[in-house]
T-cell receptor, first 112, second 113 residues
Framework: GQQLNQSPQSMFIQEGEDVSMNCTSSSIFNTWLWYKQDPGEGPVLLIALYKAGELTSNGRLTAQFGITRKDSFLNISASIPSDVGIYFC????????????FGQGTRLTINP | DGGITQSPKYLFRKEGQNVTLSCEQNLNHDAMYWYRQDPGQGLRLIYYSHIVNDFQKGDIAEGYSVSREKKESFPLTVTSAQKNPTAFYLCAVSRGRLNQPQHFGDGTRLSIL
C-alpha cells in the first residue's frame, strides 16, 4: 500500500529557532494534510493543501505542496515552547477509498 | 476537536474481557474512523464507516468490532481476541467526500489490568 515517510523522526532545537520537516510519498497525492498532536490529546489539523505548488500559512506555520505531488514540507518560524509535540503528515490512500494514510510523525522538542 | 466526544478518557481491561469505547459527534458528518496509536508510532486504521449501517475493515481490524446504527455514534469494541490491546485509541470524523480532512477526538487510553 501507499506509504508516507516523514523526516526527521525527531528534532531537538532551541527556542526561537526555525524548524523544517518534510513528508514524501511513494505515489502521487492530490491532497496533503498536516496535523499536530500534543501529549495525551488527539491530532489537530494545522494546514490542508489541495494543489501542487500551493504554499499556505497558518500563523508561524507554512506548508507547501511539492511540485512533484509526491512530497510536502512544513516550516515553523521562531519556535516557542507550545510548538512541542508530534507533527503528522497525511494524505488520501487509494483513490476513491476516502481513507487517509499517515506518516510516522516528527517529534519536536524545544529547549528553553 | 470540538463536536467529537470520546469516552472514557482512561479505560482498564481485565484479561478475557470485552470493552467498548464510545465516540459521539454532533457535526453531522457522514464518515467516522477508529485508529490505534502505540507509543512513538503513527496512526493505524482499525475500522471506518462512511454511512449508517455500513462499515469497512481497516488495516488492523482483527480483535475489534464496530457498529454504526446512528449517524452520530460509532462505538468500538475491543474483544478478548485482541491480545495486545494496550494503546491510545482515536476516533475521527470527516464529511466523507474525497480528500476531506479528518478531525479527531481527544482519545481513550486503554490499559490491561
Amino acid at each position: 500500500g501507499q506509504q508516507l515517510n516523514q523526516s526527521p523522526q525527531s528534532m531537538f532545537i532551541q527556542e526561537g529557532e526555525d524548524v523544517s520537516m518534510n513528508c514524501t510519498s511513494s505515489s502521487i497525492f492530490n491532497t496533503w494534510l498536516w496535523y499536530k498532536q500534543d501529549p495525551g490529546e488527539g491530532p489537530v489539523l494545522l494546514i490542508a493543501l489541495y494543489k501542487a505548488g500551493e504554499l499556505t500559512s497558518n500563523g508561524r506555520l507554512t506548508a507547501q505542496f511539492g511540485i512533484t505531488r509526491k512530497d510536502s514540507f512544513l516550516n515553523i518560524s521562531a519556535s516557542i515552547p507550545s510548538d512541542v509535540g508530534i507533527y503528522f503528515c497525511a494524505g488520501p490512500g487509494v483513490q476513491g477509498a476516502q481513507k487517509l494514510v499517515f506518516g510516522q510523525g516528527t517529534r519536536l522538542t524545544i529547549n528553553p | 476537536d470540538g463536536g467529537i466526544t470520546q469516552s472514557p478518557k482512561y479505560l482498564f481491561r481485565k484479561e478475557g474481557q470485552n470493552v467498548t469505547l464510545s465516540c459521539e459527534q454532533n457535526l453531522n458528518h457522514d464518515a467516522m474512523y477508529w485508529y490505534r496509536q502505540d507509543p512513538g508510532q503513527g496512526l493505524r486504521l482499525i475500522y471506518y464507516s462512511h454511512i449508517v449501517n455500513d462499515f469497512q475493515k481497516g488495516d488492523i481490524a482483527e480483535g475489534y468490532s464496530v457498529s454504526r446504527e446512528k449517524k452520530e455514534s460509532f462505538p468500538l469494541t475491543v474483544t478478548s481476541a485482541q491480545k495486545n490491546p494496550t494503546a491510545f485509541y482515536l476516533c475521527a470524523v470527516s464529511r466523507g467526500r474525497l480528500n476531506q480532512p479528518q478531525h479527531f477526538g481527544d482519545g481513550t487510553r486503554l490499559s490491561i489490568l
